[in-house]
């Protein structure tokens, strides 16, 4: 299931210009994911955590167990609606899922992955959209 979180703070407006530099686009998207994620109760464990495999983004913890939140920063709305399946490859979906098992393994908690897309759209509040991966096994 995917749900749509709008973020409005005065803290993501565009620094006064009218566009972000990619990495400025980068660093708001994580922050303001990570507060979207904690204003919802969880608790931010990592960021920026190298597994053997992956780097994960996001850790949280919540009364379920662990989130990982994979962050994908787009300079426009054009992927906000789209499906997870066209944001990430199967290629760093596999890496991420072996990071997810490593966290689970590693911790004994059930480890969730998600995706969250934000979107920062020119003159409007950035939107920050979390679907759960596409499945890596079709038909199973």
Request: glycine share 4%.
């Given at each position: 299931?995917a749900?749509?979180?709008?973020a409005r703070s005065?803290?993501?407006?565009s620094f006064?210009?009218?566009?972000?530099?990619?990495?400025?686009?980068?660093?708001?998207?994580?922050?303001?994911?990570?507060?979207a994620?904690?204003?919802?109760?969880q608790?931010?464990v990592?960021?920026?955590y190298?597994?053997?495999?992956a780097?994960?983004d996001?850790?949280?913890?919540?009364r379920?167990?662990?989130t990982?939140?994979?962050?994908?920063s787009?300079?426009?709305?054009?992927?906000?609606?789209?499906e997870a399946r066209?944001?990430i490859t199967?290629?760093?979906?596999?890496?991420l899922e072996r990071?997810?098992?490593?966290?689970?393994?590693?911790t004994?908690?059930?480890?969730?992955?998600?995706?969250?897309?934000?979107?920062?759209?020119?003159?409007h509040?950035?939107r920050?959209?979390?679907f759960?991966?596409?499945?890596l096994?079709?038909?199973y």
């Amino acid at each position: 299931l995917a749900c749509t979180i709008e973020a409005r703070s005065k803290e993501s407006a565009s620094f006064g210009r009218t566009s972000l530099t990619r990495k400025e686009r980068w660093i708001l998207s994580e922050w303001l994911v990570a507060r979207a994620a904690a204003a919802l109760g969880q608790e931010l464990v990592e960021h920026q955590y190298e597994t053997p495999y992956a780097e994960i983004d996001l850790l949280f913890r919540n009364r379920f167990g662990l989130t990982i939140f994979e962050v994908k920063s787009w300079n426009s709305d054009i992927y906000a609606d789209f499906e997870a399946r066209t944001i990430i490859t199967r290629r760093q979906l596999g890496r991420l899922e072996r990071a997810r098992q490593f966290v689970e393994a590693r911790t004994g908690d059930l480890v969730r992955l998600q995706i969250a897309v934000v979107s920062h759209r020119l003159a409007h509040e950035p939107r920050i959209r979390v679907f759960d991966p596409p499945n890596l096994h079709p038909g199973y």
